[in-house]
């Protein structure tokens, strides 16, 4: 899919913190993106590159009904549930709306023949594994999700690409690490309602909103004993998106890219990479571990490079915390601009 006149592409989810900022990265590149959401999590603040059509992916019809309307040629597949410890207490919930909505986005992409698909899977389908500590992960590694967000993200592919087989739908698949930071404009960036995500819980913290953070556990085995993680700065991880929809594919093709740096960083890191950018320390307490944490992912980012030609950037953690404090300045869709809170 490359050439000067780039068709309309389909974001469902659109809306929400990834989807936005794809959103922008299509804008750019000169894609119609048109955003498909429910607007359940996300914000129609958000949706600045292209129209909104409100729907629910559950809703074939409506799904239907916007390919005809746009004349959409691909899909980008964002919209679900996303909190971890959530799925644990509803799993119902997870299965009806990230692997039912699935089923009724490719039964509507099949009957109206659109043939191309990205979608948002997760890091989360690895789950710890006999992996050691200090291993990066290839996307060959053993698939044991830790929880029913992840065995729903892990249904998700095995249902895309079944349908790639079937019907000759070209499908990626990109397994995200850790999403983090904000677009450099200030405009769009991370805003989940309740936050549970490390990097803005220890800018809070850091900013004064009167919850200091708790780190889950210090005895992991790691360097510094807090879990590791691979973040990624939220442009990039668009890029990657843009990236995956241009590929040259076979139809029937379906592959599985991690998008990561490939290197890890410890909680412990973070929260001192956000004291030195804020020119103070994040007050903190160490808790016991949260449920379900590996003590380490981090994605070995090799075919990313290979295959779509993708390389991280601007994720530097110094990047990563720089945009996402340029974001905590901003009215941030309205829901709460904790520097001026703090003011
Ligand atoms: N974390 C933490 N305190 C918090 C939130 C997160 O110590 O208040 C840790 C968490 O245990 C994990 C890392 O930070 O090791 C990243 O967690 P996050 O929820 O941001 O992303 P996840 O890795 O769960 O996708």
């Known amino acids: ?5 780039k068709p309309a592409v389909l974001v469902t989810g659109g809306a929400g913190y ?31 590159w292209g129209d909104l059509v409100r729907g629910d992916i559950r809703d074939g019809e409506a799904l239907k009904a916007a390919f005809a309307a746009h004349d959409i040629q691909a899909v980008i597949h964002f919209a679900g549930l996303i909190e ?15 692997v039912s909505g699935t089923r009724s ?23 710890q594994g006999g992996r050691g500590a200090l291993e990066t992960i290839p996307e060959e590694a053993a698939k044991a ?19 790639c087989r079937a019907y000759g739908l070209t499908g990626v698949a990109l397994r995200y690490f850790n999403a983090a930071g904000a677009d450099p404009s200030g405009l769009i960036g991370e805003a989940h309602d ?10 809070a ?20 004993g807090t879990c590791l993680r691979d973040y990624i700065h939220v442009s990039d991880l668009a890029a990657a998106h843009v990236a995956a929809l241009e590929v040259e594919l076979p139809a029937g093709a379906f592959e599985a890219v991690n ?66 404090l340029r974001w905590e300045g901003q009215p941030r869709y309205g829901v709460g601009n904790r520097a001026a809170r703090q003011s």
């Open 259 to 324: 998008i990561g740096t490939g290197t890890g960083a410890s909680v412990r890191e973070v929260v001192e990479a956000v004291g030195h950018a804020l020119g103070r320390p994040v007050p903190h307490s160490t808790g016991a571990r949260r449920d379900g944490d590996p003590p380490s992912l981090v994605a070995n980012p090799a075919r990313a490079k290979d295959l779509l030609g993708w390389e991280p950037i601007c994720s530097t953690l110094e990047e990563i915390v720089r945009d996402a």
């Open 205 to 224: 913290a850091g900013l004064g909103d009167g919850k200091p953070l708790t780190i889950f556990g210090d005895d992991f085995d790691t360097p510094d």
């Open 18 to 48: 990834i989807g936005a900022h794809t959103a922008k990265a299509l804008g750019e590149r000169g894609y119609r993106p048109v955003v498909f959401d429910n607007l359940s999590s996300g914000y129609e603040a958000a949706v600045r």
């Open 105 to 127: 986005l490719l039964t509507a992409m099949q009957e109206s023949g659109v043939g191309r698909l990205v979608f948002s899977s997760s890091a989360a389908v690895y789950g």
């Open 145 to 163: 999700p830790s929880s029913p967000y992840g065995a729903t993200k892990l249904a998700g592919e095995w249902m895309i690409e079944a349908q």
């Open 194 to 203: 309740p936050e549970t995500h490390l990097l803005p819980l220890a800018m």
């Open 1 to 5: 899919m490359t050439g000067t006149d």
């Open 84 to 98: 971890v410890g959530r799925s644990t207490q509803r799993p119902d919930l997870f299965w009806d709306i990230n």
